[in-house]
Structures are given as structure tokens and as C-alpha cells.
T-cell receptor, first 114, second 114 residues
């Protein structure tokens, strides 16, 4: 079974631009979560989608948004990029929304904002 | 409120010696607990998880962890470190608070000396 895939793997943008990142979950997984990882803040939860609905949101500004499609693929969008948005963005999928479910992570998209 | 504390930001061991990575948690609900490993420029991989079954959990690559409710701890151990174990390790707590909440520890970087 193919793992979680994320595209693109690397991205360079300039301040003020917007960016869209994509995540394809493991086949059959319906829950997709997004995380931001930085050296200073560690891993921070962005949001979670299940059945095309956002179920949970972390403490990030409205510039960060996402969506999930009927095939469970998910995208996240960051508008008006700031230097501090430079990070590794990780997507994780799981079979269901239960605390005991294992999350399977993709390799991440590394975003550099100049 | 839920929280996870990884007591050491860095741990250094010699190859062939035991590994101990410490994790304490706080939760008002019955938690599921996980350890994930992240190798450089890679996504996170599940090592093991506790979901209210056996308190001693065995994972991949010789790692194990013991859930101790009285001490609110979930320390990760391995009898003999290998060079390939050098990575960052994350302790994670997941609970159902009426919503689904996952909290990552700050991470412990493990160094293995030859």
C-alpha cells in the first residue's frame, strides 16, 4: 500500500505570495491532519479534516486554510506569506477519528519564504 | 488540560549501551500514547503505541515503553543502541475530549557515539 504523499517536496516563495500544498493520504484513510514543524516551535497542529469537513483547528491565523476532497486528498493554503512561515509542513492520515488511531506521516513539504 | 513533557532535549549514548528517553504526560482523560521517530529530512514513523491494553508495549527496532499511570510516565527504552537509532523522538498524547486532540512533545534528539 502506498504511503502518504506530499507535493511539492520543496518550495521557495517570497513574502506576500500565497502557496498551496497537497497531501494524498493512504488509500482508505479518511482523516487528514496538517502540522507545522519549526526548530523554535516544534510540531504544531494546524488542522484536521474528516469526510471533507474541518473537525479541528490549531492556533494559527486565518491566513492558513485547508480543504479536503471527496477522495480524501487534502490541500492547505497559506496566503500573504511571512518569513516566519518558513517550515516543514507535515501531513498525516489515519483510518478514523479515534485517539488510538495511528497517524501515518508523509515526508513533508519544506517551505522557504524569502 | 492535556500536556506532554519530554524531559531531555538531547540524549547521547554510546553504541551498544541502553537508551532511555523520558516522557511525562498530563491528561484529564484516558490517553492513548505514542512514540514516533523522525530521521533527518524524513516524516515521522510510529515506533509504538499504548491504547489501554498491556502497559508494557513493544515496538519496532527493539524499542519498548512502559505506561505507568501512577507516575504519568511513558518512557522509551532500548537495551542496546545502534548507530541507526540517531534521530529525533517524539512522545505524543491523544485523547477524546468530545473533540479529538493530539499533542506532541518537544522532541528528544538522540545521539549515538561509535
Amino acid at each position: 500500500k502506498a504511503g502518504v504523499t506530499q507535493t511539492p517536496r520543496y518550495l521557495i516563495k517570497t513574502r506576500g505570495q500565497q502557496v498551496t500544498l497537497s497531501c494524498s493520504p493512504i488509500s482508505g484513510h479518511r482523516s487528514v491532519s496538517w502540522y507545522q514543524q519549526t526548530p523554535g516551535q516544534g510540531l504544531q497542529f494546524l488542522f484536521e479534516y474528516f469526510s471533507e469537513t474541518q473537525r479541528n483547528k490549531g492556533n494559527f491565523p486565518g491566513r492558513f486554510s485547508g480543504r479536503q476532497f471527496s477522495n480524501s486528498r487534502s490541500e492547505m493554503n497559506v496566503s500573504t506569506l511571512e518569513l516566519g512561515d518558513s517550515a516543514l509542513y507535515l501531513c498525516a492520515s489515519s483510518l478514523a477519528r479515534r485517539p488510538e488511531e495511528t497517524q501515518y506521516f508523509g515526508p513533508g513539504t519544506r517551505l522557504l519564504v524569502l | 488540560a492535556q500536556s506532554v513533557t519530554q524531559l531531555d532535549s538531547h540524549v547521547s549514548v554510546s553504541e551498544g549501551t541502553p537508551v532511555l528517553l523520558r516522557c511525562n504526560y498530563s491528561s484529564s482523560y484516558s490517553p492513548s500514547l505514542f512514540w514516533y521517530v523522525q530521521h533527518p529530512n524524513k516524516g515521522l514513523q510510529l515506533l509504538l503505541k499504548y491504547t489501554s491494553a498491556a502497559t508494557l508495549v513493544k515496538g519496532i527496532n527493539g524499542f519498548e515503553a512502559e505506561f505507568k499511570k501512577s507516575e504519568t510516565s511513558f518512557h522509551l527504552t532500548k537495551p542496546s543502541a545502534h548507530m541507526s537509532d540517531a534521530a529525533e523522538y517524539f512522545c505524543v498524547v491523544s485523547v477524546n475530549t468530545g473533540g479529538f486532540k493530539t499533542i506532541f512533545g518537544a522532541g528528544t534528539r538522540l545521539f549515538v557515539k561509535a
